[in-house]
C-alpha cells in the first residue's frame, strides 16, 4: 500500500511536494524492437501492422527505438535526466511466448536486467502488464471478446510478478483499455482491427475482469508494500452548451469512455445509462455472477493519460465507430486553441477538469498523472539541436494545470511525461515523435531535446520555473 505524501503544495512558488514522482513513461512494442529474438512470439500489433494499409508508411515495430539492445544507456540518459521513476511496459508475447503455458527465462530475463538497472540508478520502476501487444495466438483464439483471455493474463500476471515482484514497487495492470476494446474492436484502427461493435462491449468487460484477477494476483505475489494501480485514458468531456441535448450527448460519451471503467473498477457496477444505450447491440448476458466483486478489489492507485480535451454536442455528424452507442446522437467539436502534430487541441484546462473530478469522485484514490505530452515534428538542426519550444509550452501548461488542481485538493502523486523516447506511434508509425529525446531511427543515436533539458530542470527544482 502507499503511503501518504506530506501535502505542502506552495501555489506562489508552483512547487510540487517532496516526494512528487518525476517520471517518463515508454511501451514495450513502441520502442523495444527486437521482435524476431530470444524466443519472442508475434503479438497483434506485429500483425497488424504487417497488413497494408493499416500502419503509415507500412512501420513495423521490427526494430523501433532499439531499445531492448540499448537499454543500459536509456537507463543512463534517465538518470542524467534526474528521474525519479520510469513507466514501461512488459512485451507479453516476450516473457509467455504463445500466450499460455510456462515463461521463457530469456523474456523476463531483459525486465530483470532492467529493473536491476533502474534500481542501480535509484529510479523507481513502474511496471505495466499490458500496453495492447496481446500475443497473436491468443487473437487467434478470439481475443478479448473471449472470456478465456482474461485468465490468461492472470497466469501471465503470475509469471510477472514471480520474476519481479520482489523488486518492483508500482504494478499497473492495464494501460487505456478503453483504446484496447474500441479502437481495436469497434473502429478497428488499432489492432487487431476488427469493427464489431458488440465484441468492442465483451472485450471491455473482459479486459476490467483482466484487471481484477490480475490484482488479486498481485496482492498474492509481490511484496506487501507494492502499489497495484490501473491506467486509464479518460476523456474530459465538455457538453458545447447547457442545453438539454448536448449535455446527454456527454453524457453518453462519458459512459463509453469513462463510466465503462471507472463504475465497475470504484464502485463494482456498470452504470444504467450505458447498458441502455447499449441494448440494442447486447443485454450484457457476458458479465457473469461475482465479476464485478473481482473487478472491483482496491487498488492503491490510478493512473490518468491526458492529451487534449473532448466537447461533444448534439447531432447527427457520423463519429467515428469506436463510439457504439453514440452515432446519431452526439459529435465532437474540436476545442479551441493551437494544435499538435496529432492534430490534437492543445488544452490544459482539460487535465484540471478531469483531476478535480476524480478528486470529488475517489477522494480516497491517489492519482498519478502516468501519460502527458505532445507530437511535433522535431528534427536535429546542423548541430545537432533538437528545438522544440511548443513542446515545452504545452508541458509547462499542463503541469500548471496539474498543481492548480492539486492546490485545489487533488491527491496527485506524480507526472510521468510521454515519452522519454521518440517511438512507434501505433498507427501512425514512426511520423509522429512525442519524445522528448530525439531519436534518429538511420543510426539510433538520442539526442535530448530541449524539452528533456527543461524537464531535468523542472525535476531538479521540483516546480516550475517563474514564467
Ligand atoms: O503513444 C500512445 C501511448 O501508447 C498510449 N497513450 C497515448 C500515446 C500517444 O498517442
Known amino acids: 500500500m502507499t503511503t501518504a ?138 481475443g478479448w471478446p473471449e472470456r478465456d ?7 501471465y500476471t503470475a509469471l510477472v510478478a514471480d520474476a519481479l515482484g ?29 469493427t464489431e461493435p458488440e465484441a468492442a462491449l465483451r472485450a471491455a468487460h473482459h479486459l476490467n475482469l483482466a484487471h481484477g484477477l490480475g490484482v488479486g494476483v498481485l496482492r498474492r505475489l509481490v511484496q506487501p508494500s507494492a502499489e497495484v494501480s490501473l491506467t486509464l485514458n479518460l476523456a474530459a468531456v465538455r457538453p458545447l452548451s447547457d442545453g438539454p441535448t448536448d449535455v446527454d450527448a456527454a453524457r453518453r460519451i462519458d459512459a463509453l469512455a469513462n463510466r465503462v471503467f471507472l463504475d465497475p473498477v470504484f464502485h463494482g457496477r456498470y ?73 490534437w487541441p492543445v488544452d490544459a484546462d482539460g487535465l484540471y477538469e478531469l483531476l478535480t473530478r476524480l478528486r470529488d469522485e475517489l477522494p480516497d484514490t491517489p492519482l498519478l498523472v502516468t501519460e502527458n505530452g505532445a507530437a511535433y515534428d522535431d528534427y536535429a538542426d546542423p548541430h545537432g539541436a533538437v528545438h522544440d519550444p511548443e513542446r515545452i509550452s504545452y508541458l509547462g501548461a499542463h503541469l500548471e494545470a496539474v498543481h492548480r488542481a492539486m492546490a485545489e485538493g487533488a491527491d496527485v502523486r506524480g507526472y510521468f511525461l510521454w515519452s522519454l523516447l521518440d517511438n512507434f506511434e501505433w498507427a501512425y508509425g514512426y511520423s509522429k515523435r512525442f519524445g522528448m529525446v530525439h531519436v534518429d531511427y538511420a543510426s539510433q543515436r538520442r539526442t535530448p531535446k530541449d524539452s528533456a533539458l527543461w524537464y531535468a530542470d523542472v525535476v531538479a527544482r521540483s516546480g516550475l520555473p517563474r514564467s
Not at 8 to 16: A, L, P, Q
Not at 173 to 188: H, K, S, V
Open 271 to 343: 452504470p444504467h445509462d450505458l447498458r441502455a444505450d447499449t441494448a440494442a447491440l447486447t443485454d450484457w448476458s457476458f458479465v457473469r455472477d461475482g465479476d464485478l466483486a473481482i473487478i472491483s478489489r482496491p487498488v492503491d492507485s490510478l493512473g490518468i493519460n491526458y492529451y487534449t480535451p473532448t466537447v461533444v454536442a448534439a447531432g447527427s455528424h457520423p463519429l467515428p465507430s469506436a463510439w457504439p452507442a453514440a452515432q446519431d446522437r452526439a459529435m465532437f467539436l474540436p476545442a479551441r486553441g493551437p494544435r499538435t502534430a496529432m492534430d
Open 5 to 142: 505524501t506530506p501535502r505542502t503544495t506552495d501555489v506562489s512558488e508552483r512547487t510540487f511536494p517532496s516526494g512528487f514522482r518525476w517520471g517518463a513513461a515508454t511501451a514495450a512494442y513502441q520502442i523495444e524492437g527486437a521482435a524476431h529474438e530470444d524466443g519472442r512470439t508475434p503479438s497483434i500489433w506485429d500483425t497488424f501492422s504487417r497488413t497494408p494499409g493499416k500502419v503509415r508508411n507500412g512501420d513495423t515495430g521490427d526494430i523501433a527505438a532499439d531499445h531492448y539492445h540499448r537499454m543500459p544507456e536509456d537507463v543512463a540518459l534517465m538518470a542524467a535526466l534526474g528521474l525519479t521513476d520510469y513507466r514501461f511496459s512488459v512485451s507479453w508475447p516476450r516473457v509467455q511466448p504463445t500466450g499460455r503455458g510456462p515463461a521463457s527465462q530469456k523474456g523476463l530475463d531483459f525486465y530483470r536486467a532492467l529493473v536491476d538497472e533502474l534500481l542501480a540508478k535509484g529510479i523507481h520502476p513502474v511496471l505495466t502488464l499490458y500496453h495492447w501487444d496481446l500475443p497473436q495466438e491468443l487473437e487467434d483464439a478470439g
Open 149 to 155: 483471455t482474461a485468465h490468461r493474463f492472470a497466469e
Open 166 to 194: 520482489d523488486r518492483v514497487g508500482t504494478w499497473t495492470t492495464l494501460n487505456e483499455p478503453w483504446c484496447a476494446a474500441f479502437l481495436g474492436y469497434a473502429e478497428g484502427v488499432h489492432a487487431p482491427g476488427r
